[in-house]
């Protein structure tokens, strides 16, 4: 049973950080380009980072470029996401994805293969 399951979410003051993680369990994560995806209210969900199954390729969307750092560790199948000077526009539920593609593109929701339920990050101002 495929399961990728997020935490570390939480209220964090402007300028604060978080780090999220993703366990992946139920399916080969270190053959698999992880991502992470948020979904702000009243909002389409949209790509925040992904990186290769070799941690070889990471890109990230330019809205949060120099500020969010993806990282994975294939051993205990994990997937990060460690998020630094916060913004009230990063206030969103975050969800980590899975694609086995080696093809599709990555920056777009339908490429992925399996979701996580997401963990709510809230930003005060």
């Known amino acids: 049973q495929v399961q990728l399951v997020e935490s570390g979410g939480g209220l964090v003051q402007a300028g604060g950080s978080l780090r999220l993680s993703c366990a992946a369990s139920?399916?080969?994560?270190?053959?698999?380009?992880m991502a992470w995806f948020r979904q702000a209210p009243g909002k389409e969900r949209e790509f925040v980072a992904h990186?290769?199954?070799?941690?070889?390729?990471?890109v990230y969307a330019d809205s949060v470029k120099g500020r969010f750092t993806v990282s994975r560790d294939n051993v205990k199948k994990l997937l990060y996401l460690q998020m630094s000077s916060l913004k009230p526009e990063d206030t969103a539920v975050y969800y980590c994805?899975?694609?086995?593609?080696?093809?599709?593109?990555?920056?777009?929701?339908?490429?992925?293969?399996?979701w996580g339920q997401g963990t709510q990050v809230t930003v005060s101002s």
């Open positions: 994805a899975a694609s086995y593609s080696t093809v599709r593109p990555m920056g777009i929701r339908s490429s992925y293969d399996y």
């Open positions: 139920g399916f080969a994560f270190n053959a698999y380009t």
């Open positions: 990186i290769s199954w070799s941690g070889g390729t990471i």
